[in-house]
């Protein structure tokens, strides 16, 4: 059993930061992309930044400058680094993993469950 388990969301003041780390665990053979989504009530859930296996990243326009996605593949880790929090970031923030299970086996994609986000003074 895949799992991805997310920390480091909070509530943060205007112009704050915070980093969220997704562990992925259990048994599988590769994870390959790895990525930060996030999602409000009003809006459908959206891609905030993708990272690959040998580290191409691409970020959505709304944060480019402001966070830094990055993985270390040793510890099947990602995190996100978010600078310069605005309310507009306020969302809830999730981890996905594309990976195989086993060698020459399907791709899936496995998320988190999700972490809140707050930027509020």
Known sequence: ?????????????????????????????????????????????????????????????????RFTISRDNAKNTVYLQMNSLNPEDTAIYYCNAALRVVPGGVMYDYWGQGTQVTVSS
């Open 1 to 65: 059993q895949v799992q991805l388990v997310e920390s480091g969301g909070g509530l943060v003041q205007p112009g704050g930061s915070l980093k969220l780390s997704c562990a992925a665990s259990g048994s599988f053979f590769s994870i390959y992309g790895m990525g930060w989504y996030r999602q409000t009530p009003r809006n459908q859930r959206e891609l905030v930044a993708h990272i690959t296996k040998g580290g191409s990243t691409n970020y959505a326009d709304s944060v480019k400058g």
